[in-house]
């Protein structure tokens, strides 16, 4: 009688405790996370990457004042605070607009400066170097994933794509279009989020050739970001476009989810605004897309006709979860959201830009988790 007694009080305490750790789960939020106190006036991030709960990156400019291009810029998380990065060497102005990262000693980060010249800067696991970039390209973005590490840029004006093939880059051809983003999951498992002359489009490549299929024919519609589940689970989000209409009436967002079979557009908690990334949770599934610009239709007759639509939405399988970022004291709203994962946990950092006082900008730095 004595060991049921005791297995009952047990079931009991697991059941409060499982219980109590949904409903903080559910309750947690969106915090604002400082940037560090000597960042100058106009600085701005315009990525993250994620490695640990001790061990993010996050890249950007910090700029000297209103007319100036700035300084690249790179913070790193220690698991207590946001510290400055110091670049030995780089001495050029402009600004750091991509991070990825492969491990700990293989950190890259790509940049432009005031020139338009391309930057290629590496972290080996002790000190931020300048790379040689690949010739004559202009760089946009850098993606790791499955061991692979990409560039996305331009050559002459035309697209172009490159991958890390032992100390050097390798030219791939580019699907038809733009390609804004890409998800890695092998060296012949690669979807690309774009556009073309048709509309938005996702391109799967299989180490041979690029599949590209249009998601979204609306003008001017585009998608930026991709993220695949599985062969029968694909998210791209973005903008569906416009033709005609207000002037300075805003652009719906663009979220379509491949099932196997076909493109469906999915319905998202808000009418107007971007959507910036898709990001993964621990085991890979969809966890969180960023709305930037979110608003929605205010009531019939309302003036202005919009009311603020949600900054993060929290996929939990089926439905979306909707968060606002919280309010910052001295400063607006962000400008813009980019997403960052924690592997292995639910934490997520948003780095961006906001507005600050008298029409600047400053950091803004976000974690849920």
């Known amino acids: 009688m004595a060991r049921r007694l005791l297995v009952a009080a047990l079931a009991v305490v697991m059941t409060l405790m499982t219980v109590m750790s949904s409903a903080a789960a559910d309750t947690l939020s969106w915090n604002h996370v400082p940037v560090p106190a000597q960042l100058r006036p106009q600085a701005g991030l315009n990525e993250a990457v994620a490695l640990g709960p001790d061990r993010a990156?996050?890249?950007?400019?910090?700029?000297v004042g209103r007319e100036a291009p700035g300084f690249p810029l790179v913070l790193r998380w220690d698991g207590t605070a946001w510290q400055r990065q110091s670049l030995p060497g780089v001495d050029w102005q402009g600004e750091l607009l991509s991070i990825a990262a492969t491990s700990p000693t293989a950190v890259w980060a790509v940049g432009r400066d005031s020139a338009g010249g391309a930057h290629l800067l590496r972290f080996d696991g002790k000190a931020w170097r300048e790379s040689r970039p690949p010739s004559g390209v202009v760089l946009t973005k850098v993606v790791a994933?499955?061991?692979e590490t990409w560039l996305i840029g331009s050559r002459d004006g035309a697209q172009v794509l490159l991958r890390r093939v032992g100390g050097g880059w390798?030219?791939?051809p580019a699907p038809p279009g733009a390609v804004y983003g890409l998800h890695i999951k092998a060296a012949d498992d690669v979807w690309a989020a774009g556009e073309s002359v048709s509309g938005a489009t996702v391109s799967h490549w299989d180490g041979q050739a690029w599949q590209q299929t249009l998601v979204n024919g609306f003008p001017r519609s585009a998608v930026g970001s991709v993220l695949a589940v599985s062969p029968t689970e694909v998210w791209a989000g973005g903008t569906s476009g416009f033709v005609g209409?207000?002037?300075?009436?805003?652009?719906?967002?663009?979220?379509?989810r491949w099932d196997g079979q076909a493109w469906n557009r999915v319905t998202v908690p808000a009418d107007f605004g971007g959507i910036t990334s898709l990001v993964p949770g621990p085991s890979g599934e969809l966890a969180w897309v960023s709305v930037a610009n979110s608003q929605k239709w205010g009531p019939p007759g309302?003036?202005?006709p919009f009311v603020p639509g949600p900054d993060f939405l929290s996929w939990n399988g089926q439905s979306f979860i909707e968060y606002s970022e919280p309010a910052v004291a001295g400063e607006g709203d962000s400008r813009t959201f980019r997403l960052a994962p924690v592997p292995g946990t639910r934490t997520v950092w948003s780095v961006g830009r906001a507005t600050g006082p008298e029409n600047t900008f400053a950091p803004r730095i976000l974690r849920f988790g």
């Open 245 to 256: 209409g207000p002037v300075g009436r805003p652009i719906p967002p663009l979220l379509v």
């Open 170 to 172: 390798q030219d791939l």
């Open 145 to 147: 994933g499955g061991g």
């Open 57 to 63: 990156w996050a890249v950007g400019a910090d700029a």
């Open 302 to 304: 309302s003036s202005p």
